[in-house]
C-alpha cells in the first residue's frame, strides 16, 4: 500500500478522493469489502460461503467501479453478493436488519453529504451497525490482504419499493390519530439528485400529499443543481424562497444518499440524519391539526 488507509477513517465510515488519482479505488474496495466478510463471518459465526451481502451505492460517478471491487471481493469469499443498485442509506441498513430480507450484512457506497469528488463506504450487520473499533480492525485487515480478481453473479435486488413502502407505513402509524392528516398539506423535497427523490413522489405522493414544486428529484452523480450537502446556504436559500412562494408548511433537502437532511420548518432549520425525515413531517401534520 502507498499509503497508511487507516487514515481514510471518519468515525464508523471510510472516506476518501474517489476521481483523479484518489486513495478510494477499485483495489481499496476489494480490500474492504474482503475484510468486511471476515470481519462478518466472525461477528455471525458463520462461515463466509454462508453469508449474504447486499451492496448498493448513492448515484456519484465513482459509485459503480467501486461497486465491482466489493462484490468482487465478497466472491472470493464464496460469500453471496447481491447488487442494489443506486439506494439510499436507510434502505440498506433495512436490508441488513429486517430478516425478511435474509441478508447478513450490508455494504454502503457512500461519501454522504461529502463532495462529489470523494466516496467511501458504510456497513451494516443482522445484529447492529459496526461501530469506530468495529471498522478500524476492518481497515487493519484490509491493509494486509488483497481481494480483488474474483467474478461474480450478476445477482440485483431494488430495496427502493420495500424502503418506501416502510415508509409510507411508518408515516401512517405516526398519524394514525390525525384524520384527514395529508389535507391541505403542502411539501417541498429537494431530492438532492440522489435517492431522497423517492421521498416526495413514492413516500408522500402515494399517501395524498402535495409535493408539486418539488425539484431535483432525478438521479444524476454529477449533481447539477446544488452539489451534496443539504446545509449548503444556496440550498438552504432556495428552499426558503420555494417556500414561501408556494406557501409550503414543510421543505427538506436531502443528501445524495438520503442519509443527511436539512429541513426548513416554521421554527427553523433543523438538520437530522435522514431516516428522521418521517418523524419530522409527523411533527408538522400535527402541529398544523393543532393550530400551533
Known sequence: MAFDISTLQIGNTICGKAEDGGEVTKEIAGRVGGSFVYWLSQNAQKNPTMLKICVGCDPRTSG???KEGVLEAISLWGAEGTDAGTVATGAMQMAATMPQFEFDGAVMITAGDKPEDMNG??????EEEPDSEDVAEILRLASKYNFIGGTYDDVKEDLMPMYAAFQRQALAQGLSQTPGYFRDMH??????NGAGGLFAADVLGKLGADVSGSYN???DGSFPAQGTNPEDPAAIDKM?????????ELGIIFSPDAGRLAAITSDGIITADGSKAVDIVVDAVIRKAKGE
Open 121 to 126: 463506504f458504510r456497513f451494516f450487520a443482522a
Open 240 to 248: 426558503k424562497k420555494t417556500i414561501a412562494d408556494t406557501r409550503a
Open 64 to 66: 459503480s467501479i467501486l
Open 187 to 192: 411539501f417541498i423535497i429537494d431530492g438532492g
Open 217 to 219: 428529484l432525478e438521479i
